[in-house]
Structure formats: C-alpha cells, structure tokens
C-alpha cells in the first residue's frame, strides 16, 4: 500500500512540474495563437542559465536570472520572429518554432558539450519522511511552488484587468482591440509568463532525480506536449488536468512494469502519448477544451 | 507562356541524373540515394502539409513501418527473425500498401483533426511505433535491427554481385550504380503521381479544405474524406521514403527514425516552399546533403572541427545552418525557395502575366499563405478542433 501511494504522490508531484511547462504551451497558444515546439528548449535555457550563474551569485539569484532570461528569449521569439513571420498562420508559426528549437538547442548542446553542470539547489537529494512514504524535498517543494504559481496564475487571469484583456485577447482578438486591448501586449506577456512557468520548472527537472544539466531535459519537457494536448488546446486548468494525469500514469506505468510486460518494455515512456492518441479519438478538443463552432 | 523552357530544363536535369553515376565516386553516390529517398518523402509530406493543410510531425514513424515491413517481406525467414521472402517488387508494394493502411487506421484522429492539432496527435505516433520496433523482436530484430535483403529484379540483383561483373562505358557498375537507377525510377514516379495528384481533381479538393472547410462542404467536397484521403496518400508516400531509406542503408535500427527525421523531413518542404513539388525535392536534397557534405569536407572548411574535438563539428553546423534557414525562410522568403525563384521570374520579364502580377497561378495552389489567410494566425479563428 505504501508502495502504491509513494508511485502516486511521486507521480502526481513530477505530474505538477510537467504542468507548469503545459501550462506553458497553452498560455503562448491561447495568447498569439502558436504552438511552441521551442518550449522545451527554453527550459533547458532556463536551468543552463541558472547552473552557469550560480557559482558566481548563488542559487536563488540564479533562480531570477533563468527566470528573467527564459521570459526574455520568449518576448524577443515573439516580437523577432513569430510577428514577423511572411505568411502568418498557425502552420508556419509551428514550423518556425522548430526551426527555433534546432537553433536553441543545437547551441545549448554545444556550450553543455559532455558536461552535467550541476544546479547547486540547496535540498539536493534530501527526502522528506512523512506517515511512512519517503519523497524527494525537491519534488516536494516543486508540487508546493506549483500550486501557489497556478494560483496565482488563477488570479492573474481571473482578477486583474492584464488578465481579462488576454482571456478576452485569446477568445475573440479583432474584437478585443477594438475594445481598446493591445494584442501585441496581451501577446508578449503570455510569452513572457511561459517563460517564467519553463524556467521554474527547468530547474525542477534538473535538480532532482537529475544530477544536473544536460541537453536530455528538453526530451523530458517533450512529455509535456501530451499533457496539454489532453487536457485541451486553449485551457490552462486542462493543462494541469493534463499534468497530473500524465504523472500519474507515467509513474504507475513505471511503477508496476514487472505487471505489465506483455506491454513491452520501456512501455512508461510512451504511456503519455497512447493516452493522448485514444483521447483525441474520443473527444478531440481534449479533455477541457472548448469545441468551437467553424467559422465561415 | 509556353511549357517548352520548364521542359528542356526537365529534360537537362533527368540527363545529367542518369549520367552522374559514370562519374561519380562512391560518396556521392550514397549521397544520391540519401538524397532520392527523401525526396520520395518530401514530396509525399508537401502533398499533405502544403496541400492539404494538415500538419504531419508522423512521418518518420510511417517510414519506419514501410521500411521494416519491405525488409520483413523480401526477406526469408530465420529461426530468430520472420520474413515473407517474396520478390522485392511485391515486397516494395506490401510495404507501400501496408504504411498506407496503418495512414488510413489513423484516419479517424486525422480527419477529425485540423493542421496543427493533428500535428501534435501524429507526434505521438513517433514514440509508439519506436516503442513497437524496440519490442517486436521477432519482426523488426529489436533494438540492433536487422539487415536489408539487396534488391532483385528477375534475376539481377542491385548489389555488387548477381551479374558480378557489369561495365557500362568503361565503368563498373556496382551495386551503389545500380541502385541509383532503381531510385531514380521510383523518385521519377513519384514526382510524376506527386504533380499530377496535385492538380487532379482530388489534389484541388484537398486545397479547397486547406483554404476553407467550411467552403469546400459546401461545394459539395466530403471534408472528412478528403483530410483522410490526403493522409493515407503522404503515408504511402512515406512508406516509399523507408523502403527505399532500408536499401540505401542496408541495415535498420530504430534509430534510423528519430523525430528528427519528422523535423528534417518539415524543414525540407519548408525551404522548398510549402505546396510545391520540386521545392520539396530542392529541399530535401539541402538538407541531406548539408550535414554529409560537411562531414566530409570538414578539414577543408574553416571554423570547422573534426567531430569530438570540442570546436563547432559538422553537424552542429548544419543543425544551426538549417535551424537558420527555416527561419529565413519563414521570415523572408514567402512560398520558400520556388515562391521566391517564381517572383524573380515575374520580375525579370520570363514570366507570363500571370506569374507577372504575382497570383499564384491554377494549377499550383497557393501555399496556405496567400494575404487572404492572414486572420488564420489567430487562435479564435484557428481554433476548429472538431466538427
């Protein structure tokens, strides 16, 4: 029974810091209408930039440096690249966000070379101990900061006249800057929150079970793709929704492999996407998706 | 304007193709065979991607499946591995047919699915069929794979033996010489099918849905069938691109078929320009030919590093030099490489008035990018997940 429940806090704890990079996707998608296949390459940029600063100004500083350099690449994507593109629609905007993604980490790879840059987090491989289950700290503290930052994110979009404009941006753009919302702003900021959701979970990702940095991380924020997809295009609940779904059966999957294998093995690795192929056969918007009506 | 410019250069480039291996080393041979299997694919994914408007990160899986299904059929059977051990000219259409089929099971998600979500939903396809080829070991041998059968035709074999000896003009013609020319047929044809489709009356159907589902319903197009129908060709496609990917390399692993493969694959139609025939076939052979020619020429090159030496190595160079190119392209370069040859054309007076005045003309449908689509970039418009 323990067993059984440290798969599932383990599960829905890594589940949380695949959240914040789906939340990620959904806020730049519902925000300039882009599907960031660049976004795993940013939270590797975030981790790097924290590994390479703080040996110099320490782990929390460092922390804002990645956090301010991720939202920094995501702005200037956005502004450099995304609003220039020669023919605008969601298929070219994808197709360049790869080419981003090669550029990105093609470099991160080099300057990491064979290296594993260790990110210096203060609780390293401690575990906390709690009714018998034994969990990481890291994970721990990432399911804690996860949920204060998607409550704040609720209260971003729910409260403040920044967050109405995007919701109101991402729902119906020429309407919305007739009203006055400047898109490029609305645009920008939900570049920039992403950033700051990919850098924060950058360095959870590398922190733990990780030693350190290297380029695979981007592989592992790949995962995050079918959290958002499951849980719907345009919805930041349903990315967390898709998150935590994600974690948790990627962890049992994990878990119980020696139950399961007439699946093959290595089956927890693609367990995401099974589950994100039978959900887009069921219900095609996702799990919390809104079904739009086609417009003429 | 007259066809007869278009066709003599056609005509050039098909004989300088057929005579290259007289000249060429070995190198470039296995570059030209690289370089012909990916045009099969691109070709198949600009018809799905440019035509259709559906966006495919799949198509490595679906050359995985044709290559191992033509490498199970035209291989005999071993007590470790199964094969059919038919003829390869059966096996070359079993495995077209069969990475068809497996487009068509798919079909359901793809016609239910617009652009860039079935995109993402065929992104999940690369994981699981690189799950099937590491776990179906009697089939695909696993995580070392197996060995490519040569490929023979009525008893003469494309390797270096069965005639053992074959000289055409004083040079001999080995099995990379006469490969060539069996890969020259199957691109030749599929670039053929691939113009033709284009604009045959499926072709402009398929363009129509791209443009406006909701117009093409009510011109009386079957919309599902037609987002299906686009799929299972660019699959077959696809499937053409492994088999001929499993002869070139004659050995697979699942590491042959990576998602990058999917990426390279978008990036050649891309620089190409999205929709167009022979851009994808320019595109594919910039992007094969780049890391290769690179590798091969490092030492020459400055700034370049033998590989593991620490310094900026060749493939690091030609990811950052096609990671640069998509960008440019995108960014600069409206309709890619053939949009951007197309508007010097109608510029220096060569073009007709059609392509003078810049309007894409009927039998080329425009990539999805002409000024009419431009409100496409917002999610609201662009946010038809089903119907």
């Given at each position: 029974m323990s067993y059984f429940l440290t798969q599932v806090l383990n599960g829905l704890s890594f589940g949380l810091v695949l959240s914040l990079i789906a939340a990620g996707f959904a806020i730049v998608f519902t925000s300039?209408?882009?599907?960031?296949?660049a976004h795993g390459s940013v939270v590797l940029l975030g981790a790097y930039l924290v590994a390479v600063t703080q040996p110099t100004i320490g782990f929390w500083p460092a922390v804002l440096v990645g956090i301010a350099g991720a939202a920094g690449v995501g702005v200037l994507i956005n502004a450099l690249l995304v609003r220039n593109l020669a023919d605008p629609n969601p298929g070219t905007a994808a197709i360049l966000m790869l080419g981003v993604d090669i550029l990105l980490l093609t470099e991160l790879t080099r300057r990491i070379g064979n290296r594993v840059l260790p990110l210096g987090a203060p609780w390293g491989a401690d575990t906390v101990r709690f009714a018998g289950i034994a969990l990481p700290t890291g994970r721990v503290l990432a399911a804690v900061l996860a949920i204060v930052v998607f409550a704040g994110l609720w209260f971003l979009f729910a409260r403040t006249r920044m967050g109405v404009g995007m919701r109101a941006a991402a729902a119906d753009g020429p309407t919305a800057s007739l009203m006055g919302i400047q898109l490029a702003r609305t645009g920008a900021t939900g570049w920039a929150l992403a950033g700051v959701l990919a850098a924060l979970a950058g360095v959870f990702l590398t922190s733990f079970p990780a030693p350190g940095i290297a380029p695979t991380v981007a592989l592992s924020a790949f995962l995050a793709i079918p959290a958002w997809v499951l849980g719907g295009f345009d919805s930041v609940p349903g990315a967390v929704l898709g998150g935590l779904l994600v974690g948790l059966v990627t962890a049992l999957t994990v878990g119980y492999e020696s139950h399961l294998t007439f699946l093959g093995s290595g089956f927890g690795d693609v367990v995401p996407y099974v589950l994100m192929i039978i959900v887009l056969l069921v219900r095609p918007q996702g799990l919390l998706g809104s079904k739009e009506a086609v417009r003429v | 304007m007259s066809d007869l410019p278009r066709r003599i250069g056609g005509l050039v480039l098909l004989l300088v193709a057929l005579a290259l291996p007289l000249v060429l080393e070995d190198f470039w041979l296995q570059l030209g065979l690289f370089v012909m299997a990916a045009m099969v694919g691109a070709i198949g994914l600009t018809l799905l991607?440019?035509?259709?408007g559906q966006l495919s990160l799949g198509h490595a899986a679906f050359a995985a499946i044709g290559a191992y299904v033509f490498v199970w059929a035209t291989s005999e059977s071993t007590p470790t591995l199964a094969g059919a051990g038919l003829p390869a000219v059966v096996g070359l259409v079993v495995a077209v047919g069969v990475t068809a089929l497996v487009g068509f099971a798919f079909s359901p998600v793809a016609s239910r699915l617009r652009g860039i979500y079935l995109g993402l939903a065929t992104l999940g396809l690369v994981f699981v069929v690189r799950h099937l080829l590491l776990n179906l070991e009697p089939w695909t041998g696993g995580f070392t794979g197996r060995s490519v059968e040569p490929f023979t035709l009525g008893g003469f074999?494309?390797?270096?033996?069965?005639?053992d000896y074959l000289a055409v003009a004083g040079v001999e013609f080995e099995g990379l010489h006469r490969l060539w020319y069996l890969f020259l047929v199957l691109t030749l044809l599929a670039c053929w099918l691939g113009v033709n489709l284009r604009s045959s009356r499926t072709g402009r159907a398929w363009a129509n849905v791209r443009d406006s589902e909701t117009a093409a319903a009510a011109m009386g197009i079957a919309v599902a069938r037609h987002k299906a129908s686009a799929f299972v060709v660019s699959s077959g496609y696809a499937g053409l691109a492994g088999a001929l990917l499993a002869l070139a390399y004659g050995r697979l692993a699942p590491?042959?078929?990576?998602l990058t493969v999917s990426v390279e694959f978008l990036v050649m139609i891309v620089i190409g320009g999205l929709g167009s025939v022979g851009g994808a076939m320019v595109g594919a052979l910039f992007v094969t030919a780049l890391p290769l020619v690179l590798t091969q020429y490092s030492d020459a090159i400055p700034f370049l590093a033998a590989p593991g030496s620490g310094g900026l190595d060749p493939a690091t160079a030609s990811r950052l030099l096609y990671g640069l190119a998509i960008i440019a392209v995108l960014v600069f370069l409206r309709g890619g490489l053939t949009g951007a040859f197309r508007r010097l054309r109608g510029r220096f007076g060569g073009g007709g008035p059609v392509a003078a005045s810049g309007a894409p003309d009927d039998t080329r449908p425009a990539p999805p990018t002409d000024p009419g689509h431009q409100a496409g970039m917002h999610p609201a418009i662009s946010k038809e997940t089903a119907r």
């Open positions: 300039t209408g882009v599907l960031n296949f | 991607v440019g035509v259709a074999s494309f390797s270096n033996r069965d005639p590491d042959v078929f990576t």
